[in-house]
């Protein structure tokens, strides 16, 4: 679950909590009427506690966002 969203100079930046090794992945989707999550970038592992990742933001882009944590 993220802890904050924020946007500032085009990105949205996204920031959560985190356990040290732990692999995560921010997927977003434009449509909820499918399932077709899309991966933003390359999965992340936690090297501290605050884990963040961020997206430029478009003129006509409507994303939704997950963070979805990896075995």
């Keep these: 679950m993220f802890q904050s969203v924020g946007q500032f100079n085009g990105l949205i930046t996204?920031?959560?909590?985190?356990?040290?090794?732990q692999t995560f992945q921010v997927q977003y989707?434009?449509?909820?009427?499918?399932?077709?999550?899309?991966?933003?970038?390359?999965?992340?592992?936690?090297?501290?506690?605050?884990?963040?990742?961020?997206?430029?933001l478009g003129r006509d882009i409507r994303r939704l966002y997950r963070l979805k944590p990896l075995p």
């Design 14 to 21: 996204f920031t959560w909590s985190a356990a040290g090794g």
């Design 29 to 56: 989707n434009s449509d909820l009427t499918t399932t077709n999550w899309n991966n933003l970038g390359d999965t992340i592992t936690a090297t501290n506690e605050t884990m963040s990742a961020s997206d430029a």
